[in-house]
Each structure stands twice: as structure tokens, then as C-alpha cells.
């Protein structure tokens, strides 16, 4: 689902943009107007998003005081003097004390490191001045295609999109067939575009390895092996994204920088009026807005597989992309480990905050969760596969930036574990690792959440999202980041006893996997043992406020996709009329009409 289903077409006249409208013309130019490369040897140059603001001090005070206040906190809670001491206490209950201290420590300390990352990245992040690409560039540009899991129709308008890209230069567009499809090659006829396919090729189809049989990066490396020579980049998208038709002028000037080795843009999700979806939307907004665009700091953004341009011969240099159920981020962070060995230094990223292709997000809260484990198993083989070697082949910057990225998976899962550890310990056992004021603590609490709160939204006026909008505080995304904890850590429990994981293709096109009370199995699991802890609790005597407060928001945490879902169908029920969204309009229509502009103002705005 893409920009055709969101934009009508009679809604885009006369530059006037309806409400329905969302302005991708503007948010295709976030980084600005492309401008002539200056000097004998053009190495890419950034603006800092701090530098534009008029109101600099209120950000600095933010970025300054939220870490503070939090690490004050922090101290407080486990200072020696607030340890509990049980005279003549159990053993067993001096021990879970003990238990709880440490959760408690640990549980401050991840704060501190998520509001000091968050702080960090508006200190650093800037975006790229875009330059006019080289002429006579020799482009490939490729998407997939898997039988049975994609609809034609949605390649179909993916394939459209990609011809009607502008370039200087030889241009081809492939469709990377897993299954050698009758009628893909057909399509492909028809349009004028390369088909190319690995299917019935042992070699190009193994067990593991960058040729892993059914995976994307299988595809594509089999793709560089027969075809990469050809070409000097490779543009990507995933199959459910449309691209604009600046695609490549606003992404290619980059890499007349040597030390290039791909450039990469922000992922955003036309089926927007799913309720899941944007949600899911909403929740990437830090990590497109911010945290990437502080990657341009380092000039190491990570690798998005959904859209991109790569240099071939870079990923040639590390043996194709990388065998991971995320192969964009392994492969990303394989790149950035290593020298061109043209020029001798590292090779360098770009993140663009241009909005240039429009895809599909999860439509169901089952996909949605499968997106999730992925991403975050993705991450934990990172860490567990890669990271030891950084150290010794890695900038400290860029080492100290991939650090802050990698950690937010882990430390969100064992966060979630050790607050529901600590709300066990003491629902049922009363055990209580540190005895502070109430007073005090809310004071420090509540101001430290402020300012945490207050940095977020002070951010949200970076967001690149073209649907999001302007003015809107990113509830629903901080809410779907919060549900997602118990996600997370079963998926780094399976990392950590190295259970075998499967890249599994996120169903598109309409074809959204159904929700069944099964999916929120993993939800309901902690929703019943909070539940039967808090009813412990008062048969126990353990009834401390803020404690049993903390158990109660774990559950609506718990409980919150469940809710969501009934309501949903009950919603449905209601409104038995009412049409289920369509398979996938053609997206490609409202680029081929031409974008809508914005208002007068000329500030990019999203829709309603």
C-alpha cells in the first residue's frame, strides 16, 4: 500500500492539497535544494539541525538537565545510606533485597543511557547538503519479487515507479525473482525491465552463507555475482515501496565522495489509515528523525534495507551483503569496518532525511510483532556475531555511535524483565532493596520524566514523516515502543541460547496475517502473572503504593494490544458496510500526476 491509496488523485489540482492530501513534494526536499560541488576533491558536507534553531538554549537546557536530573536519580535510589537492613531477617529475604537493589540500579542506569543517547543525538544530528549527482553514472536498480508471499499487482507498481526515475546516465531496472515466475517475466516484458532469477541454481541456493537459499540478501548477491560488474551502484527498494522520481538525483550526488559506500533514506508507510500501522510509523520517528541523522555525525548511519543506493564495489570488498535475518544492519556494520582501498579510509554512509520512496507497513498486530522479533534478533546477532571485532577496526566515534543504536534492543528487554522481577519480589515476598522518601523520590521522578518527555517533544519538530501531523506529540509511537518490551526480550532469550531464526516475508499487499487472541500469547503470559501477583499482594500484606502502581501499569502495558485489537472488531461488527482496505491501489499514479505542494506557507505538513 503506497501513495496512490492515500493521495487521491482528484485532490491534487491546481497545487491544492485536501486534508486526505499528504505533501510528499516538500518532504522529498528535507535536506534542501541541490546545490554544484565545490573544490577539486568534494567530500560531503552537513548543516546541524541545532544551528537552525532560533530557541538553541531551551534545547541545550533540555539536552543538559533531562541526563542530570535521571543520573540524580539514579543516586538517589541506590545510595548506601537508603539500603534496606533486616535485623535478623531470613537469609533468603536479605538475598532478594539484594535482588531488588540491583534491579533497581540497573533498571536507573539504562535510564540514564537512553536519555544520554537521546540527548547526544540532538546535540549531533545534521543533514547532508545535497549536490548534483556525476553524470554518465552506471545505475542498477533493483527489487524482489516472491511468488505466493507478494501480489503481482503491487510489483507492478513498484516496477512503474522505477521506470519513470529521472537519471544521467545508463539506468536498469531489475526484478529479482525467487521463483522464475511465468508471469513476473511477463510483466517484466512488458514494462521493458531486466528479470533475473536464482532459482534452480545450487550454488546460488545453500543452506547459509551470503547465497542462503529463500532470504533477500541470497537474492541480491547472486544478482552482484552474475550482473554486479556491470554497474557502479545498485538502488534498492523492497517490494512494497513506490519510489519518487528524483529517487537517484536527490540520493547518487552523494557519492562523488570516494569513501561512499551507500546512502540511505528514511522509511515511511502509506497505508496509513491502519491503525497498526501508524502506530508502527510513529514509533520509528527517533530512530529516522534523530538517530540516524547523529549517525551523520560519525558519517556512519546505518544500512535500511527498504530503500537505498549502494556502491557495488564496496560491498563486493566484504563478499556481498551479509548472512543475517537483518541483512542491511550486518552489512552496514561490516562495511563500516572496513578501508576503501582506493583512498585508505574507512568507508563513510549518508543518511538523507528525503522522503523518496513510499511503502508498506504492517497491517496486523501479528506482522507487526514478527517485524519487531526480526529487527531485534537481528540486532542480538549483531552484537553476539560482529560487535567484538569494532574495537580493532572501528573509529571511536563511529565505534561509540553504533553502541548507542545496538544497545536500545537489550537494554529494553532486560528493562522490562527486571521491572516485573522487582514487582514479584516484592508482591509476593515484600522484599524492598532500597527505603527512600516517597516525597523525594516523586519530586525526583516526576521532574526527570518531565524533562525527558519535554526533550522528546521538543524533538518531534525533526520528524520526517510526511503523514504524522505538524504539531502532534508521538503518543501512539511512544506507547507501541513500550508494548513492544516483552517482544524484545523473548527474541534475546532465542538470541542467547542461539535458537535458529528464519527471515520470514512480511505478508503485503492487502494481505495482512490475521490476529487471533493467540498472537498476544507472549502478553498474556505476564498480563496473568501480574495479575496474580497483584491479588497476592493484598492476601500478603505487601500493598506498598508505588510498587503496586508499577505492577498495574506493566499490565495495562500488557493488556494494551489486547484492548486494542477487541476494540478494533468490535468496531468492525458495528460497521458491517464499511469496505476492508484494498489489496494495493496503484501508488504509482500520484507520482506519475505529479506530488501536491504544500500550503502556502511553504512548511511541509503532514495529514490528518
Not at 16 to 27: F, I, K, L, N
Not at 29 to 53: Q, W
Not at 439 to 461: F, P, T
Amino acid at each position: 500500500m503506497g501513495i496512490g491509496s492515500i493521495v487521491d488523485q482528484s485532490s491534487i489540482t491546481g497545487g491544492d492539497v485536501r486534508p486526505e492530501g499528504y505533501d510528499y513534494d516538500s518532504h522529498s526536499r528535507l535536506a534542501g535544494p541541490l546545490t554544484e560541488p565545490s573544490g577539486p576533491s568534494y567530500r560531503v558536507r552537513y548543516t546541524s539541525l541545532l544551528s537552525r534553531e532560533p530557541r538553541r538554549i531551551r534545547a541545550v537546557l533540555l539536552m543538559t538537565l533531562a541526563p542530570l536530573l535521571t543520573g540524580a536519580l539514579l543516586v538517589y535510589l541506590v545510595w548506601p545510606t537508603h539500603w534496606v537492613e533486616r535485623e535478623g531477617g531470613d537469609r533468603w529475604l536479605v538475598g532478594l533485597d539484594i535482588a531488588m537493589l540491583i534491579a533497581v540500579g540497573l533498571i536507573g542506569l539504562f535510564m540514564v543511557v537512553n536519555v544520554t543517547s537521546v540527548a547526544h543525538a540532538t546535540l549531533v544530528a545534521r543533514d547532508p547538503v545535497p549536490v548534483v549527482p556525476e553524470d554518465g553514472t552506471r545505475v542498477a536498480f533493483l527489487t524482489t519479487y516472491v511468488p505466493g508471499k507478494e501480489p503481482l499487482s503491487m510489483v507492478r507498481a513498484t516496477l512503474e515507479g522505477a521506470t519513470r526515475i529521472t537519471h544521467r546516465g545508463p539506468l536498469d531496472v531489475w526484478l529479482l525473482d525467487e521463483g522464475d515466475d511465468e508471469r513476473a517475466k511477463a510483466l517484466c516484458a512488458e514494462l521493458g525491465v531486466h528479470h533475473f532469477t536464482r532459482h534452480g541454481v545450487p550454488e546460488w541456493n545453500r543452506p547459509k552463507g551470503v547465497h542462503k537459499a529463500r532470504t533477500k540478501h541470497g537474492n541480491y548477491n547472486a544478482w552482484i555475482a552474475m550482473h554486479g560488474g556491470d554497474y557502479e551502484f545498485f538502488a534498492s527498494v523492497d517490494t512494497d515501496h513506490v519510489p519518487h522520481p528524483d529517487f537517484l538525483e536527490r540520493m547518487t550526488g552523494y557519492f562523488r565522495d570516494p569513501d561512499v559506500a551507500f546512502v540511505v533514506g528514511p522509511q515511511v508507510y502509506g497505508n496509513y489509515h491502519n491503525p497498526v500501522t501508524k502506530a508502527a510509523e510513529s514509533q520509528q520517528f527517533l530512530f529516522h528523525a534523530l538517530i540516524q541523522r547523529a549517525g551523520n555525525r560519525y558519517r556512519a548511519p546505518m544500512f535500511v534495507g527498504t530503500n537505498n543506493v549502494v556502491r557495488i564495489r564496496a560491498v563486493q570488498q566484504i563478499g556481498g551483503l551479509c548472512d543475517s535475518v537483518t541483512e542491511d544492519m550486518a552489512t552496514g556494520f561490516e562495511l563500516h569496518r572496513r578501508r576503501n582501498p582506493v583512498t585508505g579510509r574507512h568507508w563513510r554512509s549518508v543518511y538523507t532525511p528525503d522522503v523518496l520512496a513510499v511503502g508498506e507497513g504492517p497491517a496486523s498486530w501479528t506482522d507487526f510483532f514478527t517485524q519487531q522479533t526480526r529487527w531485534s534478533r537481528g540486532t542480538y546477532e549483531t552484537l553476539l556475531k560482529q560487535y567484538w571485532k569494532a574495537p580493532f577496526s572501528m573509529p571511536p566515534g563511529r565505534l561509540f555511535s553504533y553502541t548507542l543504536m545496538l544497545v536500545y534492543y537489550p537494554m529494553t528487554a532486560v528493562n522490562w524483565l527486571l521491572g516485573i522481577l522487582s514487582c514479584f519480589l516484592f508482591l509476593w515476598f515484600g522484599a524492598s532493596g532500597t527505603q527512600v522518601s516517597a516525597s523525594v523520590w516523586l519530586m525526583l521522578y516526576s521532574d526527570a520524566a518531565a524533562l525527558q518527555i519535554g526533550l522528546y517533544l521538543w524533538n518531534r519538530r525533526h520528524n520526517v514523516s510526511p503523514h504524522e501531523p505538524q504539531g502532534s506529540g508521538g503518543l501512539a509511537g511512544m506507547a507501541m515502543s513500550a508494548l513492544s518490551a516483552p517482544i524484545y526480550l523473548k527474541s534475546f532469550g532465542a538470541a542467547l541460547i542461539r535458537r535458529p531464526d528464519r527471515f520470514v516475508v512480511t505478508p503485503k499487499g492487502g494481505g495482512a496475517s490475521p490476529d487471533r487472541l493467540l498472537t498476544f500469547r507472549i502478553h498474556l503470559g505476564w498480563a496473568a502473572l501480574l495479575a496474580v501477583s497483584l491479588a497476592a499482594s493484598v492476601v500478603l500484606g505487601h500493598t506498598h503504593a508505588a510498587m503496586r502502581t508499577w505492577a498495574v501499569l506493566a499490565l495495562a502495558i500488557s493488556l494494551a494490544p489486547v484492548a486494542v485489537w477487541v476494540c478494533t472488531l468490535i468496531a468492525r461488527r458495528r460497521a458491517p458496510g464499511t469496505p476492508l482496505p484494498a489489496a494495493r491501489p496503484d501508488t504509482e499514479a500520484a507520482l506519475a500526476a505529479g506530488p501536491a505542494t504544500a500550503p502556502v506557507s511553504g512548511t511541509p505538513t503532514g495529514g490528518s
